[in-house]
């Protein structure tokens, strides 16, 4: 009943850019909140950005500065503009959507591959 999607993702070489671009489809209410996480080979799922409804947002502290989240949680959809990449932004990101209006409902993405290597 519900999808989320990632696309976006690639290769690209240190300080270079990606933009990152989520959509949540189907049967989903009222969503809290949106966000992007990480996980690297042998690390845990971390969280990169989130946007919670009302525009208010937070990031990690590796990627301050040089990551910007924005989209809409009404229509579902989020995106990451990555710039300044750096090797140890390599990992899968994986959309996260979160509904809490109505119970604890949370979905997931597939996860998307960002490679970044000379």
């Known amino acids: 009943q519900v999808q989320v999607v990632e696309s976006g993702g690639g290769l690209v070489q240190p300080g270079g850019s990606l933009r990152l671009s989520c959509v949540a489809s189907?049967?989903?209410?009222?969503?809290?909140?949106m966000g992007w996480y990480r996980q690297a080979p042998g690390k845990q799922r971390e969280l990169v950005a989130r946007i919670i409804r009302g525009g208010s947002t937070n990031y990690a502290d590796s990627v301050k500065g040089r990551f910007t989240i924005s989209g809409d949680n009404a229509k579902g959809t989020v995106y990451l503009q990555m710039n300044s990449l750096k090797p140890e932004d390599t990992a899968v990101y994986y959309c996260n959507v979160l509904s809490l209006d109505w119970g604890w409902r949370e979905y997931w993405g597939q996860g998307t591959q960002v490679t970044v290597t000379s």
């Open positions: 189907g049967s989903i209410s009222r969503i809290t909140a």
